[in-house]
C-alpha cells in the first residue's frame, strides 16, 4: 500500500510559478511509475505528466509540455511538478499518482493504482 500526499499549490497570477510536490509512505516509490492528472471544476480529469521509474523518461500532455516539468527524487521518496508559465486554464485540482509498472509512462488514469487527495492550484487573470 502506498499513500500519497501532495503539496504546493496556491494561487498564483498569469506567467507565475509553482512547484507541486509529491510525497509517498508506505513504500518506496523508486518501484512505481509516477504521474499528475488534474481536474478542473465541471470537467474529468486529465493527465498532465509521467515518469518511469527512474525519471529518465517522461511523458506530457501537449497543453503543458513546454511548461510543466516533471522529476523524481527517489531517495527522497518524491515526485515533482515544476509548472512555470501559468496560465488560467491551468486551474485545477492536481493529483499525483502511482503506477505499480515502473517502466510505463501512461496517461491513463485507469492504468494508476494509488492516488493522493489533490491540491488545489488557482491562476488568476
Known amino acids: 500500500q502506498v499513500q500519497l500526499k501532495e503539496s504546493g499549490g496556491g494561487l498564483v497570477q498569469t506567467g507565475g510559478s509553482l512547484r507541486l510536490s509529491c510525497t509517498a509512505s508506505?513504500?518506496?516509490?523508486?518501484?512505481?511509475?509516477m504521474g499528475w492528472f488534474r481536474q478542473a471544476p465541471g470537467k474529468e480529469r486529465e493527465f498532465v505528466a509521467a515518469a518511469n521509474w527512474s525519471g529518465r523518461s517522461t511523458h506530457y500532455a501537449g497543453s503543458v509540455e513546454g511548461r510543466f516539468t516533471i522529476s523524481r527524487d527517489n531517495a527522497k521518496n518524491a515526485v515533482y511538478l515544476q509548472m512555470n508559465s501559468l496560465k488560467p486554464e491551468d486551474t485545477a485540482v492536481y493529483y499525483c499518482?502511482?503506477?505499480?509498472?515502473?517502466?510505463?509512462?501512461?496517461?491513463?488514469?485507469?492504468?494508476?493504482?494509488?492516488w493522493g487527495q489533490g491540491t488545489q492550484v488557482t491562476v488568476s487573470s
Open positions: 508506505g513504500r518506496t516509490l523508486s518501484t512505481y511509475a
Open positions: 499518482a502511482a503506477d505499480a509498472y515502473p517502466y510505463s509512462t501512461s496517461s491513463q488514469s485507469n492504468e494508476y493504482e494509488y
